[in-house]
T-cell receptor
């Protein structure tokens, strides 16, 4: 059973466009929601993260939007660049004891020049 | 040098063989994890360890075992490899004070 559902599986965006990746969860105990970026041949790297006490967090061109009532969160990449082409994973954890992260299935983003 | 080092980077092994994947870290983190990545399935947790004396099964531990030899070393073993264990394996670390994970570069394992 997938605890964090991620969509779409793949995404093609033109340079300068907005990339949007969505995730949904069921476990109301989740209270930490990071996004990881993975380039080919590399391990995932933390990109940006949010806690449910805020509805939005922005770091440069990357923004997380969080909707607690809908149990959904999304990653927006503004002014997408070819260098953003990578696989993106959403994740969640409940910080009520241990920090095990549960990951989504990943989205392969291709930004065309 | 990388903060989290996985060896080997690539390995091809035969069905039924025992194989060990190794992970070492210089982050000083107390928590270590083994994940498996498969296309369309994302990253799934195999085992995790919050200190040297603590080992816990993840969601897909069957067919795997681990050893935490020291705070900095965490090994994953496949006792008798089978083809559906062909995957990309990642080691990760975290600190109890900082929830962010640091991943290694992965081991690509092929079981033939």
């Amino acid at each position: 059973q997938q605890q964090v559902k991620q969509s779409p599986q793949s995404l093609i965006v033109q340079k300068g466009g907005i990339s949007i990746i969505n995730c949904a969860y069921e476990n109301t105990a989740f209270d930490y929601f990071p996004w990881y970026q993975q380039f080919p041949g590399k391990g995932p790297a933390l990109l940006i993260a949010i806690r449910p006490d805020v509805s939005e967090k922005k770091e440069g061109r990357f923004t997380i939007s969080f909707n607690k009532s809908a149990k959904q969160f999304s990653l927006h990449i503004m002014d997408s660049q070819p260098g953003d082409s990578a696989t993106y994973f959403c994740a969640a954890s409940a910080n009520t004891g241990f920090q095990k992260l549960v990951f989504g299935t990943g989205t392969r983003l291709l930004v065309s020049p | 040098d990388a903060d989290v080092t996985q060896t080997p980077r690539n390995r091809i092994t035969k069905t039924g063989k025992r194989i060990m994947l190794e992970c070492s870290q210089t982050k000083g983190h107390d928590r270590m994890y083994w994940y498996r990545q498969d296309p369309g399935l994302g990253l799934r947790l195999i085992y995790y360890s919050f200190d040297v004396k603590d080992i816990n099964k993840g969601e897909i531990s069957d067919g795997y075992s681990v050893s935490r030899q020291a705070q900095a070393k965490f090994s994953l073993s496949l006792e008798s490899a089978i083809p559906n264990q062909t995957a990309l394996y990642f080691c990760a670390t975290s600190d109890r004070r900082d929830i962010g994970y640091t991943f290694g570069s992965g081991t690509r394992l092929t079981v033939v």
